[in-house]
């Protein structure tokens, strides 16, 4: 399995096949956090990769963050000085009970994981594993906010090809014959397997989220359903607001408005029609009173050193693409 990525220079990201995509991606995930994280606020970043996404919890005024992750903390020392403590541990956020590795952490405020909680769902045990870490670490009212593959799309477009297989210049899926059929039983929903490759990004088996049976099984576990749309969906709404707009200018994915004509690409756009974004929220009402002290329990700058490797929730054999951060403001 593909998932160490190599870090790449401003150059290399830019000459990318997917550039824009990345870039749609990252207004996407920037807009969830704009929507639903708070001044103050306290972050559980589940499958952080790299810690890309610190940057905008940074801009979001966080209190703190937590983060599981398999990347390289070197990263990290590039970047600017944060303006909020972190704490990375390494290990399988989809096997641990991070209740008992964070126990003196939580509860946090909001919940965070992108493009990652469909790597849960090869067994049932794993995904009720993952939504249980959610619930246990959020306050009462907290938020969960995340994308994922959206099974419908992929279901649809593996039934209207002839064969296993379909895809376009930038990516391609392949479901194994053992659903010949294409049809895929409700009472069975975990362990469906698919190749997925995307250009200078993925390369990997994933496996399909029934989005109405991950409602049900959320709900099990204090987890309302606020909203899910498709990324299309998602952005044509989004879009019409005008700090949004003028967000998605800044990060480029459609040119910036002036010298930069460059835009996403046919092949791009259907890529990300693969993809929903989702809200959760977690049943009670908060009590911001009763925050935690969680101050100085993190670092404003973090090197490879800082990386919590708790054997409590590593994995035996390679870490898959699934990993978790957390994060605290002053």
């Known amino acids: 399995m593909k998932n160490a990525r ?80 972190a704490r990375l541990i390494c290990g399988d956020c989809f096997e641990a009970r991070l209740d008992r590795v964070l126990a003196n952490d ?77 049809k895929f039983k409700s009472s069975s929903p975990f362990g469906i397997k698919y190749k997925f490759h995307l250009e200078d990004a993925v390369d990997c088996p994933e496996w399909i989220v029934p989005f109405h049976l991950f409602k049900s099984l959320a709900e099990e576990y204090d987890l309302e359903l606020v909203f899910v749309k498709n990324s299309h969906e998602f952005v044509h709404e989004y879009m019409k607001k005008p700090e949004h707009i003028e967000l998605m200018r800044r990060l480029g994915a459609l040119g910036d408005g002036n010298q930069d004509q460059s835009t996403l690409s046919p092949d791009e756009w259907e890529v990300a029609y693969l993809y929903l974004t989702f809200v959760l929220k977690k049943h009670g009402q908060p009590d911001r009173t009763q925050a935690n002290s969680r101050k100085d329990k993190g670092q404003m700058q973090i090197s490879k050193e800082d990386v919590i490797k708790d054997k409590r929730i590593m994995t035996r054999g390679p870490l898959r693409s699934i990993d978790n951060i957390g994060y605290e403001a002053d």
């Open 106 to 182: 939580g509860p946090f405020d909001i919940c965070s994981c992108q493009f990652a909680m469909h790597y849960s769902w090869s067994t049932e045990a794993r995904a009720r594993r993952a939504l249980a870490n959610v619930s246990a670490l959020l306050r009462p009212g907290g938020t969960f906010i995340g994308t994922m593959p959206d099974a419908n799309v992929i279901i649809k477009k593996l039934r209207q090809v002839e064969g296993m297989a379909f895809g376009n210049g930038v990516y391609w899926i392949k479901f194994d014959e053992e659903f010949s059929d294409k």
């Open 6 to 85: 190599t870090n790449q220079t401003l150059e290399e990201r830019e000459a990318s096949p997917i550039i824009h995509l990345k870039k749609l991606n990252n207004w996407i995930k920037s807009v969830l956090i704009q929507l639903y994280a708070r001044r103050g606020d306290a972050v559980l970043d589940l499958a952080c990769g790299k810690g890309g996404d610190l940057i905008k919890w940074d801009k979001a005024k966080i209190e703190d963050c937590r983060t599981r992750y398999n990347g390289d903390a070197d990263h990290h020392q590039r970047r600017k000085k944060f303006t909020f403590p």
